[in-house]
T-cell receptor
Framework: GAVVSQHPSWVICKSGTSVKIECRSLDFQATTMFWYRQFPKQSLMLMATSNEGSKATYEQGVEKDKFLINHASLTLSTLTVTSAHPEDSSFYICSAKGQGNTGELFFGEGSRLTVL | QKEVEQDPGPLSVPEGAIVSLNCTYSNSAFQYFMWYRQYSRKGPELLMY????GNKEDGRFTAQVDKSSKYISLFIRDSQPSDSATYLC?????????FGTGTSLTVIP
């Protein structure tokens, strides 16, 4: 299957700092990428959908000024958690959908964020 | 009503058993159906992908879709301890993806 690389896999930061997570599709062009948040033993919670070259669409309840998403190219999307606080600590996962309407969705390895 | 319903388990089976995982969905517009395997602290890995009713087999895994009943299943034959993970079903139409809550599976050696 297609490969989606997510970096960093884990990060620890101080409260009030910003953290950037990168999501790259390595062997295909991803017109659409998705960002999820996952709490322990719970399913994926969609945060936002990003399309290359346009603004991300955020799910209800997700602060767009808190979670900045950029999808500047067909192979890279970034999520920046701004002014992080301990309640932002979570597992963040990106996924990428290839061009065309195949329905296949590929996930990154996830990034574990801990805010002290 | 949720778009996708999945029994969260947990499910515990002895090594070598046949495992059956199931999901139901409510939206007849769904076109594609997927099963993902997620190990602890890792991103989900696409296991099976299908878009039509019937069975699709890949090694020890068989995905079954019944569009008339809005029911999808994943069967794992000769289960191994390495199959211990959470399994997520997913349905898709366009850019909308809907995930089940996941079923936690433990295969006991």
């Amino acid at each position: 299957g297609a490969v989606v690389s997510q970096h960093p896999s884990w990060v620890i930061c101080k409260s009030g700092t910003s953290v950037k997570i990168e999501c790259r599709s390595l062997d295909f062009q991803a017109t659409t990428m998705f960002w999820y948040r996952q709490f322990p033993k719970q399913s994926l919670m969609l945060m936002a959908t990003s399309n290359e070259g346009s603004k991300a669409t955020y799910e209800q309840g997700v602060e767009k000024d808190k979670f900045l998403i950029n999808h500047a190219s067909l192979t890279l999307s970034t999520l920046t958690v701004t002014s992080a606080h301990p309640e932002d600590s979570s597992f963040y996962i990106c996924s990428a959908k290839g061009q065309g309407n195949t329905g296949e969705l590929f996930f990154g390895e996830g990034s574990r964020l801990t805010v002290l | 009503q949720k778009e996708v319903e999945q029994d969260p388990g947990p499910l515990s089976v002895p090594e070598g058993a046949i495992v059956s995982l199931n999901c139901t969905y409510s939206n007849s517009a769904f076109q594609y159906f997927m099963w993902y395997r997620q190990y602890s602290r890792k991103g989900p890995e696409l296991l099976m992908y299908t878009y039509s009713s019937g069975n699709k087999e890949d090694g020890r895994f068989t995905a079954q879709v019944d569009k008339s009943s809005k029911y999808i299943s994943l069967f794992i034959r000769d289960s191994q301890p390495s199959d211990s993970a959470t399994y997520l079903c997913a349905e898709n139409t366009g850019n909308q993806f809907y995930f089940g809550t996941g079923t936690s599976l433990t295969v006991i050696p």
